[in-house]
């Protein structure tokens, strides 16, 4: 019974660590910063070393015009593969993408949908999605974990929107419709694309297999 607390006091440590592993890795590759955001075109703000992060570009829909907001029209009710906002990551060495962070807003408060895909697979299927609609707020807080691991060279995220109407404003933004941002307080947060980095299954077991046989060594002396 004494060997096996040992060995249950072993497995919860090597959760704790892998744990702890996982949060000390995890790093903003890139931020986005919407203040001032106009056009079909936001430019990268912050990139980690290491990185090539490229703007974020609209493509097939039409540009919004206020500042501070990232979004546009002619959106379908459902995912057309022409229109997406699309962003591109380059590092010459091994890394992952983790999740996106983000402040969605849309124009109308009828639900809307954001749907993230990538050139890992040809845009073939969906990452992650978010939906939000209120009728109080129509900037909302969103994440998607990617899941993306082991890639090396170029990866594009493109970003597919779904929206009531073709006249609804879709996309990102940390300001409240209708304002311009000029002189509005953010009530949203800027764009951020963020790394997870786990241990691998190899150094887990590892690590597993070292603390079980610190135990067995310690069974044996006392034997």
């Known amino acids: ?25 995890a790093a903003t590759i890139a931020v986005w910063d919407l203040d001032g955001a106009l056009g079909a075109t936001l430019p990268v703000t912050t990139v980690a070393p290491g990185y090539t992060v490229s703007s974020m570009t609209a493509v097939g829909v039409a540009a919004g015009g206020f500042s501070n907001h990232f979004y546009s029209t002619n959106w379908g009710t459902t995912l057309d593969l022409a229109k997406y906002v699309s962003l591109q990551v380059t590092n010459a060495g091994p890394y992952d993408l983790g999740s996106v962070l983000f402040s969605a807003e849309s124009t109308a ?75 509005l307080p ?17 150094s887990m077991l590892l690590l597993g297999s070292g603390l079980a046989g610190l135990v067995a060594r310690r069974v044996r002396r006392k034997a």
């Open 1 to 25: 019974m004494k060997l096996l607390r040992i060995l249950r006091v072993s497995v919860v440590a090597t959760t704790m660590a892998i744990g702890s592993a996982s949060v000390a890795n």
């Open 186 to 202: 953010d009530v949203g947060r800027d764009f951020f694309l963020v790394s997870h980095v786990v241990p691998e299954p190899a």
């Open 109 to 183: 408060t009828a639900l809307s949908t954001v749907f993230v895909r990538s050139s890992v697979d040809g845009f073939g299927s969906n990452l992650a999605s978010f939906t939000w609609g209120n009728p109080d707020t129509l900037v909302t807080n969103g994440e998607m974990a990617l899941g993306l691991s082991g890639l090396v060279g170029l990866t594009e995220l493109r970003f597919y929107f779904t929206a009531p109407n073709a006249g609804t404003s879709v996309g990102f933004a940390n300001h409240e419709f209708p304002g311009a941002g000029f002189g």
